[in-house]
């Protein structure tokens, strides 16, 4: 076991799949000398040379679309997309190609492109540096979508996305970026499957599911909330895209209150789809009705603004409080 | 080839006098600027200094091949149309009047080179032998994607435009990477007594519509910097739909090539054999590492976008006779008998060939399976996927709970297409 | 000799209507695959249509200028030929063909390729229709207006068909479990066999108390209601834990409630006129009620049981505290998902295992076998293990047979199994018949312990009581444990005080660490 930050964590997971994976690449913008703009590919250059490790040009579109061209030759390539706001470029060759090259060739190519994704917001930054587009890529079938929360997660989640056969968004909480953790890099243990949620902290009132940078700030809302005699149970979703319904399903049905947040607006966001399908699996376990926190619907405010935008731990307990109440 | 002129500011002038000529231009019918042509529309054979070689190269029976090819994909055109007029297919995408530009290029290219057409690139998919009724699948919506590439090297068809530009430049980076390896391994393979394979370029088709597109541009960005081994056929048939390509571009087409670093050569698109020369040249060129290169082939779209436009409503008919008068076969059938190496009982051959393909591409046509939805659940994911699964579940009680007779077709249907569910062994 | 008609194709991408804009065939001409028939105007553009048939047209079906919806049948053509096919030549005057061109491929100055021959394959399709699939360009297809007719209703209650056997594009073990979840959208899981029951302790705790109804408790662990019903209950002030539930997924209904609160309304109406008034006649103040069926039955069985056998009850307050542990582990374990598991299941467990080594207790009293003057004690070596239940019909012992056998998850089907027949008051006479050995499970109805009687043909019995939490010293200490005081009698005759001891502490012993089950 060693202690890293969830950006050492990539870094280690990177470098394992460059050495597991002899026709794995990485691509992206400032990622070879510079070693990423959060350091996150530090160091790879050096070590694997820059036909393994490539600065490509500033051109999103291009980026993910050659990496299909090298996938259909049967590389697999990480692309690295700079900053969330960013991603809309490359948002044709993602929603039009790369989901879709699977089902269009009836089953006879695949494309197993990963792309990496710093999101989310929280670091005070300026415009298009902290969006949280994951539901509109979840909405695209034939994508494969998935955010670690912790450096364990982080290590072992970017080299399951690339052992993947279909394509893989990589969304990375980039608030957490230095965030420390234990790392076991011999044996995933529960981290295993990439496509399943954590029952991160048991509870018996309430079940409060989030992903990404939010789960640390559930796991403070748990704490202070059992100061006040309520027993929340906290689950980290992990992968937006198949999201694992049957673990929030149990755990709905042993507290009958589910609070989804998530950073992204909550008007469209994943948080509905939850609410939604939970409230056809586990109606009559429901004692009061989902509650949502998320972002307001507005475009991503000032830095200035944006704890009042952001779900914080008051958020969540504000929508706890909401749910327990029924 | 391509002007050297280049402005010497951007607030130059000749930007119009530009316009000027390439409407002039698109009314003549004639280039303003030169383009690489070695068989005139009167069929008679010229030289041109840098591709006299390449066409010397070419012995009778691959002539007459080249005739032979561009009858049969216009023969599959006119059929493919008719069964859209007839029902039988939803849209139909006719080339016919660029068959040179796709007969010449195809056949210039090699078993290991990888090609990206858009959706228009019939006469290149005989060339790479894809079975013509394979394509009718995805006009008849059966399919989005009616063959298996990796058969014939040959990618399907890419309705976004320009999107597969792209995927064509990180193709051939793939291809670098390969080779690379390979050279390193060179010795070794010689020593074991291993044939070296020979080295592969990647061909991308695109229109002179398509060249507006971003992606076209990002991807000759790419392949400049890494000079990858792609070359990029740009087959400028002068309209995208009803808009002329005066609207697309200033200058030719071929030029801009230069602003990215690496060659642009225009070329008469129907003129099979400058054509061929021109890309086994480009292909060669890029199979040796030396980068990238545009053709732009010259030619015309006689026939309509597809078979839900209507030309009328945007074009001069006197412009399509302009250009009729150019026929690729045409020239090719008056040089082909001038030199004795073609009579009357080959173009006969010809025909009955070309009706042969026409009556087999109606029958198959005809005999396009119905596809199952079952197997469109199996095709969004390789791997197993949790919420696809319940969705089919779904949908199979659904189906089973109607009375009609419907529901029996359906489960019957649903057995038949069982898909194999472990893609690991792909 | 066959007549095929061709229908209007849509030739654009939606269109729904063309007009017949001239006609180039007349009744008695050949024609040949392909040869144009006529043009049509759409509201895109005008275009020729070719002959998918070879043959003689038989008839105009539309005449010129009228405008008619796509699938309209337009022309007939007979697949006989009456004439030679015409020799091989442009199927339309190309001046003509090229002002008109819309849509139609022809390169006029290059050669056409002549006409097909008659293909008896095409000439054999009836209305322009492929042997392989429906028509392609047939318009935009209308909105069905009616409803398909359905074989049944989706929700068969508590259904969980394996329709997950039939999914595909799937590896096996997912589609299990999703196929499942699939049918979640209207079979819901929320039965009383669904998993993941409250972790609090069920049996002992206040909020799961269940009602006669549901008294097989300790199975029934969150109540399961619709939101309004919850709401309903909350302003009447009814605990829903109280209400017997009788929807389809074993959740309490609008109804429930309604019967629900109209009997405590009749009970606290009969309760304020209960009492007789004084001064009324005593006969008036005597309620008299017939006794018979199960009260009969169970008067005699008690009477029976009371008087034959000397009843002796021992008591044995028991720290239950890893048998709750023990509890919520299950319910959290994939092995069980879906089975209810509760405390009573480590108890049912518990007195097969104490009974295997106190066999007397699993044994009965015989007077007079076969007729002779001596009794014998009957040792039986399998448990038919009994749980007393409270049901609509009254007070039933339905026993689970050969329960030494079965494993942990297949006692607690089997319990959950007892538990549902008999809430559902179906249990059959079968079932009650041949018990060894009972359980009486009075902890679900709130009581600490008891003195059970002893089921007639058995010779003991197990009060099973509240398991609460309590002050208990452990290693010198004072801590909250859960605690449950065990009861049983047994028949003095078979079972002296020192046996039943010894089954009663093995008991507790299991409950008190039910690793030792594991020996």
Redesign the interface.
């Known amino acids: 076991m060693t202690t890293m930050t969830i950006a050492k964590a990539i870094n280690e997971g990177l470098r394992a799949t460059l050495n597991n994976n002899p026709r794995s ?1 990485l691509m992206g913008e400032d990622i070879g000398a510079l070693g990423g703009v959060y350091r996150v590919t530090d160091g790879l250059i050096a070590e694997f040379g820059a ?1 393994r490790v490539v600065d ?2 500033l ?1 999103e ?2 980026i ?12 697999q ?1 990480v692309c690295e997309i700079q900053f969330d706001g960013f991603v809309f ?1 490359g948002f ?2 993602i929603t ?2 790369l989901a ?1 090259m ?9 494309v ?1 492109v990963v792309i990496r994704i710093p999101y989310g917001g929280g670091i005070g930054s300026i415009e298009h540096h902290s969006e949280s587009p994951e539901a509109l890529f979840a909405h695209t ?2 994508l ?1 979508i998935i955010t670690p929360s912790n450096p364990h997660d982080a290590y072992w989640m970017i080299q399951q996305a690339v052992d ?3 394509p893989v968004i990589v969304f990375e909480p980039k608030r957490r970026y230095w965030l420390k953790g234990e790392v076991d890099t011999e044996t995933p243990g529960a981290s295993a499957d990439p ?1 399943k949620a954590h029952v991160l902290r ?1 509870g ?1 009132d309430a079940t409060v599911v989030v992903y990404g940078p939010l789960v640390p700030v559930a796991l403070a809302a748990a704490e202070a909330a059992a100061e006040d005699g309520h027993s929340v149970e906290v689950i980290d979703l992990r992968s937006i895209s ?5 673990t929030v ?3 709905v ?2 507290t ?1 209150r589910l609070v989804v947040a998530h950073e992204a607006p909550t008007f469209g966001g994943i948080g509905g789809e939850i609410a939604a399908r939970i409230s ?10 989902v509650i949502r926190v998320g972002g307001f619907h507005m475009p991503y405010p000032v830095a200035k603004v944006e704890e009042d935008y952001l779900p914080d731990i008051d958020r969540i307990l504000e929508a706890l409080d909401r749910a327990l109440a029924y | 080839m391509g002007a050297t002129h280049l402005p010497s500011t951007e607030f130059d002038g000749t930007g119009m006098d530009d316009q000027l000529e390439a409407e002039a231009e698109a009314q003549l019918g004639a280039p303003a600027e030169p383009m690489v042509q070695l068989l005139d529309p009167d069929g008679t054979l010229g030289s041109d200094p840098v591709f006299s070689k390449y066409a010397e190269k070419l012995d009778p029976d691959t002539l007459r091949g080249f005739y032979a090819d561009m009858a049969k994909i216009r023969r599959f055109d006119v059929e493919a149309t008719a069964l859209q007029r007839q029902g039988q297919l939803a849209l139909w995408v006719p080339l016919t009047g660029q068959e040179a530009a796709q007969i010449g290029s195809g056949r210039a290219s090699q078993p290991q080179d ?1 090609i990206f057409p858009t959706y228009r690139e019939h006469g290149v998919a005989l060339t790479r032998n894809v079975d013509l009724a394979e394509l009718l699948r995805q006009f008849r919506g059966v ?3 009616g063959w ?3 058969d014939t090297n040959f ?2 068809y ?1 309705l ?1 435009l320009a ?1 597969q ?11 670098q ?2 080779q ?1 390896l390979a050279a390193a391994n060179a010795v070794a393979s010689v020593e074991a007594g291993q044939a070296v394979e020979p080295n592969a370029a990647v061909m991308v088709y695109f229109g002179d519509g398509a060249s507006s597109e ?2 076209v541009h ?2 000759m ?2 392949a400049a ?1 890494y000079q990858a081994p792609v070359v990029f056929f740009c087959q400028n048939n002068h309209w995208a739909i009803s808009v002329p390509s005066s609207v697309q571009t200033r200058i030719p087409l071929a030029n801009r090539a230069k602003g990215y670093g690496f060659p642009g050569i225009r070329v008469d698109g129907n003129d099979v054999i400058a054509v061929h020369a021109v890309t086994e040249w480009a292909l060669e060129r890029a199979r040796e590492g030396h980068g990238p290169v545009l053709i732009e082939a010259f030619t015309y779209r006689v026939g309509a976008h597809t078979t839900a436009d209507d030309p009328t409503k945007y074009r001069e008919s006197a412009e399509e006779s302009l250009w009729r008068a150019k026929d690729p076969l045409a020239r090719l059938e008056k040089y082909l008998r001038a030199q004795g190496l073609a009579d009357d009982s080959f173009f006969e051959q010809v025909k009955a060939d070309g009706d042969e393909l026409a009556a087999y591409v109606r029958k198959t046509t005809h005999d396009l399976e119905t596809p199952d939805i079952r ?2 659940f ?6 197993a ?3 696809v699964a319940e969705e089919l579940a779904w949908f199979e009680e659904y189906s089973a709970g109607f009375a009609d007779e419907a529901s029996a077709d359906e489960a019957s249907a649903g057995e038949a297409h069982r ?1 194999q569910t472990d ?1 690991a062994a ?1 | 000799m066959t007549l095929n008609k061709f229908n209007l194709p849509d030739v654009g991408e939606g269109l729904t209507e063309a007009e017949i804009v001239a006609w180039k065939v007349k009744a008695g001409d050949t024609v040949a695959v392909n040869d144009v028939l006529c043009e049509i105007e759409t509201a895109k553009s005008l275009v020729e249509l070719p002959s998918p048939f070879a043959g003689t047209v038989t008839e105009l079906l539309v005449p010129e200028g009228v405008t008619v919806d796509v699938g309209t049948p337009i022309i007939s053509v007979s697949d006989a030929v009456d004439a030679p096919a015409p020799a091989a030549a442009a199927p339309a005057p190309a001046p003509v063909a090229q002002e008109q061109a819309a849509g139609q491929e022809q390169a006029s100055a290059a050669p056409m390729y002549g006409t097909l021959p008659a293909d008896d394959s095409d000439a054999g399709e009836p209305a322009g229709r492929p042997a392989g699939g429906p028509l392609v360009g047939s318009g935009p297809k209308a909105d069905a207006v009616k409803r398909r007719r359905r074989i049944s209703a989706p929700a068969a209650a508590g259904h969980e068909a394996p329709s997950a056997a039939t999914a595909t594009g799937a590896a096996a073990p997912v589609v299990e ?1 999703a196929g499942v ?1 699939a049918h ?2 209207w079979i ?1 899981p ?1 039965a009383a066999s ?7 302790g069920p049996a002992g705790s206040v909020e799961a108390r269940p009602t006669f109804g549901g008294a097989i408790s300790g199975l029934v662990g ?1 109540v ?4 309004p019903v ?1 709401k309903i209950a909350r302003d009447l002030g009814i605990n829903l834990a109280d209400v017997v539930p009788t ?1 389809a ?3 309490v209904t609008r109804e429930d409630l309604v019967s629900y609160q109209a009997q405590r309304d009749a009970e606290v109406d009969k309760a304020d006129s209960f009492w007789g008034k004084s001064g009324r006649p005593q006969e008036q103040r005597i309620e008299r009620i017939p006794v018979k069926g199960v009260r009969k039955a169970t008067a005699k069985a008690m009477v029976e049981s009371a008087f034959a056998a000397p009843h002796v009850s021992i008591f044995v307050d028991v720290d239950a505290s890893r048998t709750m542990e023990f509890v919520k582990r299950l319910k959290a374990s994939r092995d069980f998902e879906g089975i209810k598991v509760s405390p009573l299941l480590i108890l049912a467990k518990a007195v097969i295992w104490a009974a295997a080594r106190n066999p007397s207790v699993n044994a009965t009293w015989v007077d007079n076998p076969d007729g002779s003057d001596s009794a014998e004690i009957h040792v039986k070596h399998f448990m038919n293990l009994g749980i007393a239940a409270a049901t609509p019909r009254g007070l039933m012992v339905p026993n689970i047979k050969n329960a030494q056998d079965l494993s942990l998850k297949q006692l607690a089907l089997a319990l959950n199994e007892l538990a549902t027949t008999a809430r559902a008051g179906k249990t059959q006479p079968a079932q009650m018949r041949g018990g060894t050995l009972t359980v009486t499970n009075i902890g679900a109805l709130g009581i600490d312990t008891g003195t059970p009687i002893i089921n007639p043909g058995e010779v003991a019995i197990v009060a099973f009581g509240t398991i609460k939490q309590k002050p208990w010293v452990l290693d010198g200490e004072v801590i909250p444990r859960w605690i449950t005081t065990l009861g049983g009698s047994f028949d003095h005759r078979v079972v002296d005080g020192d046996l039943s001891a010894r089954f009663m502490a093995d008991v507790a012993a299991i409950l008190e660490e039910p690793a030792l089950l594991l020996d």
């Open positions: 690449l036909d490509t040009p051109a579109s291009g993910i679309g050659t990496a299909i061209g090298l996938s259909l030759r049967g590389y390539p470029p044709n060759q039009t190609q879709k699977h089902s269009r060739s009836n089953g006879n190519l695949t197993p079938a034939g494969r993947c056969q279909d496509f048991e018996t198949p999201i694992d319904f049957d399903t149990a755990s049905r042993k009958g056809e699996r586990a109606f009559h376990s429901l004692e009061a009705p | 990888y399919s989005n994607g298996n590439p990796k990618h399907l890419t976004v999107a530009t792209p995927h064509a430049v990180g193709y051939a980076m793939g291809i990477r390969d690379k971003g992606d990002e991807s960005v790419f910097s197997t469109a199996a095709n969004t994911y390789v791997e996927h949790p919420l898909v893609r792909r | 479990r979840e979640d959208i819901n929320d669904s998993p993941a029951d409250a972790a609090t969150k399961l209601a619709k939101p919850r929807g997924r074993g959740e």
